[in-house]
């Protein structure tokens, strides 16, 4: 049995930083593990401009500190009015990593998301000729498609139609949940990958409703029939290099969560890497872990390999019931539970 595991330094390549009070006291969780991390840009307002994102950045810079060794890869939020010349200067001058698209009214702060794929033709065209990767939140809005389906039905009814137009086009499809999903993204011949939460792989939907309402399991996508779990997990853990580490940690304070509305979204960040190696552990696949949580999604964005380590022991950690204070406590995930694995 392995009890000790070291890899490279991981990168994140999906997480929500928030703004704030709150990024102040979430950032660190994230520095502190990762090299590199894809922001997402669903703050209010939404980062739209190169001048947006230049000041997030040093935003995020000041809350994590001058010495973290932490690169936080900055994102544009796609509306049905982006304008490509001002992408593709952003890209050019290393601000703009990705494009983030938003189904307008798909999740959090995404009121002002895209209402019509056909209104982004230019903006993709441009994606494609540059080669600046598309981050997409997989799932439908029509509120007539059940939401366990809404993933499914946007791979049928808009990612296909799209990576034909759009053969070249490098497509990344956020937090998977299905096996349609997994299947499509392995089985595409096209530049698609995926990133998988640790949230996705240890719930089936079960978890939302385990001896009554569960708000700290709820997030979009929403956690899905164990089946599909299963066909996520698989996938995570095969080793191809289509999946990658993408943690989607998006904090909310106790009392939006636990509200007559909650919010969707489970802050995973402080114990992100604990918990996808239960996963990998617990499926014999530890020597796949490092290609998951380090190499694959640089490769895909073709980034270099981080320096420096991370070393896992085994080991029991407690998950905290609370992290933060005053304004800004949030439930971790899987708080109260004992963890296998601590970072050394």
């Not at 903006?123 to 997409?136: C, D, F, N, Y």
């Amino acid at each position: 049995m392995t009890d000790r595991l070291t890899i490279r330094r991981p990168d994140d390549w999906h997480v929500h930083l928030r703004d704030g009070a709150m990024l102040n006291a979430v950032a660190r969780h994230t520095a502190r593990r990762f090299g590199r991390a894809i922001v997402m840009p669903n703050l209010t307002p939404p980062v739209t401009t190169i001048a947006a994102a230049t000041a997030y950045r040093a935003r995020i810079m000041t809350a994590v500190g001058g010495n973290s060794g932490f690169t936080p890869l900055m994102t544009c939020y796609l509306t049905d009015d982006s304008d490509p010349a001002e992408i593709a200067r952003g890209h050019a001058e290393g601000v703009f990593t990705a494009c983030k698209l938003y189904p307008a009214h798909a999740t959090t702060n995404s009121a002002h998301g895209v209402t019509d794929i056909d209104a982004l033709t230019g903006v993709l065209e441009t994606l494609q000729r540059i080669g600046m990767p598309l981050l997409i939140h997989g799932e439908v809005t029509d509120r007539s498609i059940d939401i366990f389906d809404r993933e499914a039905v946007f791979v049928e009814r808009t990612l296909a139609p799209l990576t034909r137009d759009y053969p070249a086009l490098k497509i990344v499809l956020e937090h998977i949940t299905t096996a349609e999903a997994a299947a499509f993204v392995a089985e595409a011949a096209h530049p698609i990958a995926a990133t998988i939460t640790p949230q996705h792989l240890l719930l089936n939907r079960n978890a939302l409703f385990d001896g009554g309402l569960r708000p700290h399991a709820y997030c979009l996508p929403v956690v899905k029939r164990e089946a599909h779990r299963l066909a996520v997990r698989r996938a995570a853990t095969s080793g191809s290099e289509r999946f990658f580490l993408g943690t989607d940690s998006a904090p909310h304070v106790v009392g939006a969560k636990e509200s007559g509305c909650g919010c969707a979204g489970i802050f995973n960040a402080p114990f992100a890497l604990e918990t996808y190696l239960r996963a990998f552990d617990e499926d014999d696949a530890l020597d796949r872990f490092e290609g998951f949580a380090s190499e694959h999604g640089a490769r895909f964005y073709g980034l270099p390999l981080n320096e420096g380590t991370v070393t896992l022991v085994r080991d029991a950690v407690v998950v905290p019931g609370v992290i933060g204070e005053g304004g800004t406590e949030v439930v971790p995930f899987l708080a109260g539970e004992t963890l296998g694995w601590r970072v050394e």
